[in-house]
């Protein structure tokens, strides 16, 4: 068939913010599905698929999911503080943004803000029409900000050079994801 198109996307947000469980959802839950001679999954053989038990992410993981037309490399970086200067080597050889932010995390979202302003402000962002996806994630939590709030909090509006888009999420049972990973597919199809 048809090679899907290689797309390399960056995974962030701070620490606890579901980063890691997201992706995990997007996986390929089967391996076997994909069978072992397929040329798409032949050459990372390191592919992992759904785990059960999501710990912090010690500086980054690589991992891989597809889409109807794209197949995807996402750098799962870790959101801790003390890694987040890992963030900006990758991100001239990204094609597109995650950004993950805990809706229930009402503390820290002025910190939510912060790193992605800084994200946005970067040599190596700035200049780009690169789309930025952003989960309202924990849309499950009482305590949860619906992605409108989340999206003023962030002041989202006053992005201007980029398309982006703002999903609420349940990583946990994976609702919102598709509405997500479509968008992304459409931006850069
Ligand atoms: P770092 O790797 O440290 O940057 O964190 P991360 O952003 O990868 O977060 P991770 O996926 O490890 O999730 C952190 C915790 O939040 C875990 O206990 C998850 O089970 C939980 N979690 C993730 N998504 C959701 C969600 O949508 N709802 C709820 N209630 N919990 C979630
Ligand atoms: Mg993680």
Sequence with gaps: GLKKKEVNVLCLGLDNSGKTTIINQLKPSNLCLYGPLSDDWRHVSQVKTQTQDIVPTIGFNIDKFKSSSLSFTVFDMSGQSRYRNLWEHYYKESHAIIFVIDSGDKLRMVVAKEELDTLLNHQDICSRRMPVLLFANKSDL????????????????????????????????????????????????
Excluded: F, T, Y
Excluded at 145 to 168: F, G, R, T, Y
């Design 142 to 189: 009482r305590e949860a900000m619906s992605s409108v709030k989340v999206s003023q909090l962030l002041c989202l509006e006053n992005i201007k050079d980029k398309p982006w888009h703002i999903c609420a999420s349940n990583a946990l049972k994976g609702d919102g994801l598709q509405e997500g990973v479509d968008w992304l597919q459409e931006q850069i199809a």
